[in-house]
């Protein structure tokens, strides 16, 4: 009994007689199935099983609360938040009389409620001895450096916190809560704390003295965020600056949970005012964490070789990929003109040859008029709808995983490998573009890159930044800058490749290779 958009019907019509019976058989099996524990009651009970209700069906926990509690305003309401398995297609409303629920369901059985914002399913409803035992997911998807210590103050000490924290008339509003700085102020256009700001008070230094004694802490926390959220207020999905703050962070959540589902019953907790409050030390030094290819500061562009194909690939989606769909008009305007090694190789192509060019750009080798067969593919999208205004012949894919059938008169495939994130993929990509061609033109990067503010830098993995002036953007790309001798001992790597040549054209590799 799931929602089916093309099987709509009017808002407030009802449903048949022979129909409710018929549909309601099938709601109970799918109960049976589900939550066994729960039974059928032929009697009136408090309780109503309400099949077609759940957010799988496109009704909200607030249309629930807008349809049921007209008929009992301390109505209760057991829910299943999400569509993960298993799928519940209902709800349990529960209610202060048997007579308040006999009259919701009276009212409400076989209807589409007016209530509902779109057309829908009917509500079928039963009455039920008990509502669902509920079993408590394991911690298994916890993550192993997460510790939680439950009612680690006493209540008096929770209760002079609070006292202190909403007594701030300090207090700043934010749009989605009310937040109060210690130590620093935290800024959230940089996710840092480096401002100074009113010092911590007694009754939470006493607390950090408490933290720091109890070993949760190894470092005196110096900054401390508290968050005052009023009933129906949250703060958006985020993610922090790791590198901004030295490790552990804790936060203390005190006077109430917050809105959500009891993981033990799906009932309902009702939403009330909660406090948050977080202490971390502030990171003055250079974060030297080995996560160079996440960490979040900046070490002038300087990267991590990724320890496995996952890794180069998560590297290669975030700082390429990703980078090249946010600049690919820019990109467009700045590069308009070929190098010289690329028209010679192009020039020496017999006429009416059919040519690949892999990693095309926005398309500037597709675009000369000379007697050759030539199709572009690149993996942005942006750039492909570049090239595809031109007039040109072009598809999306991904160098190591071509569409292109075998037997190409040519590939080119300029600065791309660069790009690639690993040793091996970087080999399976020049083995991909050999399958597909007789010969082949690649073009990298040579030995050194000039970054940010012109340093010369001899590590082989970076990021390099791309500026866009008139907007103040900066985006940051992988490159992995090839040593002397590297580009020959990677080619050499590939199974049935022969390198014809390999010269130089300000600074740039370029390779010409066949296949064997």
């Keep these: 009994m799931y929602y089916n958009p093309s099987k709509e019907r009017r808002v407030g019509c009802k449903l048949d007689p022979g129909k409710i019976l018929r549909k309601t058989h099938k709601c109970w099996e799918q109960l049976r199935r589900h939550d066994p524990d729960v039974e ?41 938040p999400n569509k993960s398995s298993p799928f519940r297609s209902y709800s349990f409303v529960s209610f202060s009389t048997k007579e308040q629920a006999e009259a919701a369901r009276e009212a409400l059985h076989g209807t589409i409620p007016a209530q509902l914002r779109v057309s829908h399913q009917p509500f079928l409803i039963s009455y039920v001895h008990q509502l669902p035992s509920g079993v408590i997911a394991d911690n298994a998807a916890k993550p192993g450096d997460l510790f939680l210590t439950e009612d680690y103050i006493s209540e008096e000490e929770e209760k002079a916190l609070t006292d202190m924290i909403l007594g701030n008339e300090d207090a700043n509003a934010l749009k989605h809560r009310a937040v109060i ?10 996710n840092a704390a480096f401002k100074p700001t009113k010092p911590i008070p007694p009754l939470i230094n006493k ?106 690939l998560r590297l290669e989606n975030q700082y390429v990929s990703e980078v ?9 305007e700045t590069r308009l003109s070929g190098w010289t090694g690329v028209k010679k190789f192009m020039n020496s192509l017999p006429a009416f040859s059919v040519v690949y060019d892999v990693g095309c750009g926005n398309g500037k080798y597709l675009l000369p008029n000379d ?16 090239v595809q205004k031109k007039g040109c012949m072009v598809v999306r894919a991904d160098a190591l995983s071509l569409p292109f059938r075998e037997g190409a008169d040519a590939v080119l495939s300029i600065a791309v490998l660069h790009h690639i994130a690993s040793p091996q ?36 993995d970076l990021l390099v930044p791309w500026r ?25 790597s590939v199974n049935g490749c022969h390198i014809e040549s390999i010269e130089k054209e300000q600074g740039n590799y370029i390779a010409v290779i066949a296949k064997q």
């Design 324 to 332: 090249y769909e946010s600049i690919a008009s820019h990109f467009d």
């Design 40 to 80: 059928i009651s032929e009697e009136v009970t408090e309780h109503l099983f309400v099949s077609n209700s759940s957010v799988l069906c496109g009704v909200s926990l607030e249309e629930l609360e807008e349809i049921f509690q007209p008929f009992d305003a301390n109505a209760s309401f057991t829910v299943f």
């Design 207 to 312: 607390l950090i003295d408490k933290l720091v004694a109890d070993s949760h802490v190894t470092v005196r926390p110096d900054q401390v965020t508290v968050n005052v959220y009023e009933p129906g207020q949250g703060i958006p999905s985020h993610y922090d600056r790791h590198s901004s703050f030295e490790d552990p962070i804790v936060c203390l959540r005190i006077v109430n949970r917050k809105h959500d589902i009891n993981p033990l019953t799906h009932r309902v907790v009702p939403r009330r005012l909660r406090i948050s409050v977080t202490f971390r030390k502030t990171r003055h030094e250079p974060c030297q964490c080995p996560y160079k290819e996440f960490c979040d500061w900046d070490r002038e562009g300087e990267m991590a070789v990724p320890s496995d194909d996952k890794s180069a």
């Design 425 to 460: 993929r970087r080999r399976n990509m020049i083995a991909e573009i050999l399958r597909d061609s007789v010969i082949e033109e690649v073009a990298k990067e040579t030995s050194r890159l000039k970054v940010h503010d012109g340093k010369e830098f001899v590590q082989q």
């Design 468 to 492: 866009i002036d008139e907007k103040g953007e900066t985006f940051m790309r992988y490159y992995h800058v090839f040593e002397e001798g590297e580009m020959d001992e990677l080619l050499r």
């Design 371 to 386: 007697n050759l067969l030539k199709i572009g593919c690149d993996r942005s999208q942006m750039l492909c709808e570049i």
């Design 181 to 190: 700085h210690y130590g620093y102020e935290f800024d959230y256009s940089q």
